[in-house]
């Protein structure tokens, strides 16, 4: 995945082009940028076989029919396939320039490059079923696939499936990435995704996520000034055990672990505290040294479990919720966190997340409501990861080790979250930090990880940021 990379809609797409064009650009030298781009990569991977370019009827299609020419004139052996009748404007007058050999869709050959430049961010609804067959049938029998700005049959905005075939090698962002190169069906189907930059200017609130930047302590940097987490412990210990020892290589200064579970093997440093009741509960939370409290992992969804919530709810001081507190909150969550003071982060699977929140559009659209209706930072955990905050900030991470879909690795990230809460981190940054690093700590330990192995590789990728 690029990294801090800007993304954007199609509609905020088209008005960075129109501001663009408002500079004095034309549509015809844009395309030109973009095409040459596409001809470029396209000639990278196409290594000298034969190339079969399909364009569709809008700019997409116009894109494809510069690259068409371009590799043509460099000597290339191209042919194209012209699909509805070229729109209005740039892409008709890139159509009339193509001078090669052109066939209908469905008398098309297939080769072993192909270039998708059938629709791009101007897809409405469901490719045809004639259209996607083909298409899949030719990207099937090429070598390789190389998509101009987004497959054929992904929804730009959600990544939703509208018909486009598996097995595209590269997708060619124009310009900024879409939501589509990242989200749903789109994550799996847009293969590699390279972005051309076509000095479009953007202005995104919505990124990738980047490497965060870590600070050494200080000279004179103590336990309490790199901050205090307390994990709350439950019905499973383990979970809250390692949401502790996450919060402990994470970077936090001095971490408590709060329950009355039989203490089993070390870590030493962890200081212990015993808590038996929601009234002892209170009683530690009052503790002014405590920076973060973490509540729900291995909770359970008990009498017990609620009146520790209700107690770590009251707490003045920042608070991250996973696991069994957000079943536990259920569909009284916007309710609920809204009322908070001090700030809350949620971490919820997409599980957890349905059951909290109803709402429509894409995982972007829906985490960033239920972020502002609970004024808390959501963490939307999955394949693809949305970070939202309640200013309307996102970020996204995608293509993680698909190794962290194991029990524990949640409890790890919520104690990461912590740790980068209580080094000072607010809204969004802590989580986007926590996310890099659990990331990172899961392609450093490799395949068949488990979550301890996580923690092991923290330090490593927290030297990677200082
Ligand atoms: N923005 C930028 O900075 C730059 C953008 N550029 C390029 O422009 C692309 C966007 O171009 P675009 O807006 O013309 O849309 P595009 O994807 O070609 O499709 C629209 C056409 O398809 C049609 N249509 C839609 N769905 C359909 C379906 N299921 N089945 C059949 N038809 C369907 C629709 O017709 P209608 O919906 O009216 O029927 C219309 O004719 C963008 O992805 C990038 O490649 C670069 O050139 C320069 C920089
Ligand atoms: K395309």
Not at 60 to 81: E, I, M
Not at 344 to 365: V, Y
């Amino acid at each position: 995945m690029i990294p801090g990379a800007p993304i954007v809609t199609a509609a905020e797409m088209r008005a960075a082009e129109q501001a663009v064009f408002a500079r004095g650009v034309s549509q015809d030298e844009l395309m030109e940028r973009a095409g040459s781009a596409v001809a470029r990569e396209t000639a990278r991977f196409a290594a000298g076989r034969p190339i079969l370019i399909l364009a569709g009827p809008g700019n997409n299609g116009g894109d494809a029919y510069v690259a068409a020419r371009l590799l043509r004139n460099d000597g290339h052996d191209v042919s194209l396939v012209a699909t509805g009748v070229p729109a209005p404007g740039a892409a008709e007058r890139m159509h009339a320039l193509w001078q090669g050999p052109t066939s209908s869709l469905y008398a098309a050959r297939p080769r072993p490059m192909l270039v998708d430049g059938l629709f791009g961010t101007g897809l409405t609804r469901p490719l045809e079923r004639g259209l996607a067959a083909v298409f899949a049938d030719l990207s099937k029998q090429a070598e390789f696939t190389l998509a101009i700005d987004l497959p054929s049959g992904i929804d730009t905005d959600t990544g939703g499936d509208l018909g486009a075939p598996g097995g595209i090698d590269v997708s060619l962002a124009l310009g900024a990435l879409k939501p589509g190169h990242l989200l749903d069906a789109g994550l799996a189907r847009c293969g590699t995704v390279l972005l051309a930059d076509l000095d479009i200017p953007v202005d995104a609130r919505w990124r990738t996520i980047a490497r965060p930047s870590i600070e050494t302590p200080s000279a004179h940097s103590h336990k309490y000034s790199r901050g205090l987490v307390a994990v709350i412990e439950g019905a499973m210990p383990g979970a809250a055990r390692l949401a502790a020892r996450a919060a402990m290589a994470g970077g936090a200064g001095y971490v408590v672990l709060a329950g009355d579970r039989p203490w089993g093997e070390g870590p030493d440093a962890l200081v212990r505290r015993e808590v038996r009741s929601a009234e002892d509960l209170a009683e530690f939370l009052a503790w002014d040294r405590i920076d973060a409290v973490v509540l729900g992992p291995g909770l359970g969804r008990d009498r017990r479990a609620e009146a520790f919530l209700s107690v770590a709810f009251a707490a003045p001081c920042p608070l991250i919720l996973d696991g069994d507190a957000l079943t536990l909150l259920g569909t009284g969550a916007a309710r609920w966190l809204g009322t908070r003071d001090a700030p809350t982060w949620i971490t919820p699977h997409s599980g957890e997340f349905d059951r909290m929140f109803a709402g429509a559009g894409s995982k972007i659209d829906r985490t960033l409501a239920a972020a502002a209706e609970t004024r808390a930072t959501i963490v939307h955990k999955g394949a693809d990861t949305v970070i939202a905050s309640p200013k309307g900030d996102v970020r996204l991470l995608a293509g993680a080790s698909p190794w962290l879909s194991t029990a524990g690795t949640g409890d790890v990230l919520a104690g990461l979250l912590a740790a980068q809460v209580v080094q000072g981190g607010k809204g969004i940054v802590p989580a986007e930090a926590a996310a890099w690093l659990h990331a990172r700590a899961a392609q450093l330990a490799g395949p068949a990880l488990i979550a301890d192995d996580l923690i092991a590789q923290l330090p490593k990728a927290i030297s990677e940021c200082l």
